[in-house]
């Protein structure tokens, strides 16, 4: 299945890539070898004049004699005729373009009276034909100025004179040959210039056509709009292949458990201070993060608990058979009991940084209430059965040994716990986590436990069971579809008392992320000193300690 994406989104956080890919492929288009366009000032074909052959009129009639319009034409755009005809007029340019720019067609016109400027002789003998309309050829070369067009155009109706000259004496019986060759005089061939070219009748061409993949600036926008191509297409695939949740909608479909918050990046309000975990209900309590984590509190408090087993599965499963899920309906909405939600339980499918944050700022949000919490990270327990070094390892658990233990952390009324002087591993977890959790109630009015990745780690699981309510972490761009439908599972599976989903890091629209860092007030935060340096949760370090109680 194809999961909807924001490609507009995409775009946007993408821009780097795109900006990049136009730039190179822009810069490709300018080094690519191609064919040079000529410039309209040196373009050989800027006029254009024409010269207007055919045969001698004979009783009346233009072209009665023993050449052909279709002859004429033949041997006019022979490239040897064409050759022999740039040779003797030797215009300037590029033979090759002014070659193919030169053009023999018939012509279907009045005999030659409309032309005032032909010779009397060919005046006089269109008279007698002014009624009549024959087929005529036109020879209309190229030149850079009208003198040039003129003589290439006048050069080419001479060399196809001669040219068909020869062939009509090819073509006489040997009689007329040894006629011609008695008296000496050339046998008529019925091809005559009837309107020589001249720069009075020559013209302007339009401008030539230029080749556009010569042009610097076409090629300049071809590339970057390539290049922009390019980038969305990347975007776009790397968008389909990404299978982290990017939405809050997702991340309920995939957990199938309801979304009770979601957190906006906390980097927007601290300027982008990423590196560093920021405590913003204490650093910034006037942001919209801030108010993000007290709603979640809110949450906590008085939210229903999000349906377990079966009856969720059904709920949350398009293809799944409702019928028993209608007989059994909801329990209707009651106000959790005073108490009832002190323990509470924090997990993520997989090493989610946002975890800790969600702890230190729901703890904070707890304090500034002036209720005393506690926070407990299991990472810290050791696998296996390694020697005992705590003092309280069996046996019932008094809150005053549990208040020797705590630390106190930077934030006023939250303090940190180890549980290491009362279990001795991971894996006493099951057993011990009731005691420890039973003290912690009698001193405290908030426990919050911090376990690392419940798909790596049994710790989740062991303390489902011991503790109220259990938070599932999804953040933004770095859990997995795959990842939150096995944490989803596996809460249903031991029937955890799951309040539901809280979705971190979501990003904030730039223009609200712009008026949040405008408005932000980094030396409340030096004074406040709720900047803490995070280590991420693992088995060995413990993700909110203290850094003097890190073993």
């Known amino acids: 299945m194809i999961e909807p994406i924001n490609f507009t989104a995409a775009l946007r956080r993408s821009w780097r890539l795109l900006a990049v890919l136009a730039v190179v492929f822009a810069v490709v288009a ?33 072209g009665s004699t023993t050449v052909t319009i279709q002859q004429i034409l033949f041997y006019a755009n022979s490239f040897e005729v064409r050759g022999a005809a740039i040779a003797a007029a030797k215009p300037p340019g590029s ?15 009045k005999s030659a009276t409309s032309n005032a400027s032909t010779a009397t002789t060919v005046a006089a003998s269109s008279k007698s034909s002014a009624k009549n309309t024959t087929g005529l050829v036109q020879l209309a070369a190229p030149g850079q100025t009208a003198a040039i067009a003129v003589r290439l155009s006048n050069a080419w109706a001479t060399v196809l004179g001669d040219k068909l000259t020869s062939v009509a004496a090819a073509h006489q019986s040997d009689s007329t040959k040894a006629q011609s060759s008695s008296d000496g005089s050339t046998p008529p061939t019925g091809y005559e210039v009837v309107v020589p070219a001249s720069v009075y009748l020559a013209k302007k061409t339009a401008k030539p056509t230029s080749n556009l993949s010569s042009s610097h600036k076409v090629r300049l926008v071809a590339g970057l709009v390539v290049g922009l191509l390019v980038g969305a297409a990347v975007v776009l695939v790397r968008e389909l292949l990404n299978k982290r ?125 002036g209720e005393r919490v506690i926070v407990i990270s299991t990472g810290d327990l050791d696998s296996g059965v390694p020697a005992g070094t705590g003092t309280h390892l069996t046996g019932a658990i008094t809150p005053a040994e549990l208040q020797v233990e705590l630390r106190p952390s930077s934030i006023e009324n939250v303090s940190t716990l180890s549980l290491r002087p009362f279990v001795r591993n991971s894996a006493q977890l099951v057993g011990r986590a009731d005691a420890v959790f039973g003290a912690a109630r009698q001193i405290a009015d908030v426990v919050i436990v911090e376990a690392p990745p419940l798909l790596e780690f049994h710790h989740g699981e062991a303390l489902v069971h011991a ?28 029937g955890a008392p799951v309040l539901g989903v809280v979705f971190t890091r979501e990003p904030v629209p ?33 993700s909110l300690f203290p850094a003097e109680t890190q073993a």
Request: proline share 8%.
């Open 245 to 369: 949740l990017q939405k809050a909608a997702r991340a309920a479909a995939h957990f199938k458990f309801p979304v009770v918050a979601e957190i906006p990046d906390p980097s927007a309000d601290s300027g982008g201070q990423g590196s560093q975990m920021m405590v913003v209900v204490v650093s910034d309590p006037a942001s919209k993060t801030a108010e993000a984590y007290r709603k979640l509190r809110m949450s906590v408090m008085f939210e229903a608990m999000a349906p377990v087993g079966a009856r969720a599965n059904a709920l949350n499963d398009p293809y799944a058979d409702t019928s028993f899920a209608m007989l059994a309906p909801a329990e209707p909405y009651s106000v959790p009991a005073p108490d009832s939600r002190k323990v509470i339980l924090v997990v993520s499918p997989d090493a989610e940084q946002s975890r800790s944050e969600l702890v230190a700022n729901l703890a904070a949000a707890y304090a500034e209430a």
């Open 510 to 542: 730039k223009r609200e992320a712009d008026r949040q860092s405008r408005s932000a007030t980094p030396v409340a935060q030096a004074e406040t000193g709720a900047e803490v340096e995070v280590a991420p949760a693992t088995p060995e370090v413990p």
């Open 95 to 109: 033979e090759e373009q002014i070659i193919f720019a030169m053009v023999a067609s018939a012509q279907t016109v």
């Open 30 to 62: 300018l080094l690519l070898p191609t064919s040079h366009g000529v410039s309209e000032k040196n373009s050989p074909t800027k006029w254009q004049a024409a010269a207007v052959v055919g045969a001698p009129p004979a009783n009346g009639i233009v």
């Open 467 to 494: 503790v109220d309510v259990v938070l599932a972490v999804a953040e933004y761009r770095f859990t997995t579809f795959h990842g939150a439908d096995q944490a989803g599972d596996l809460l249903r599976r031991l």
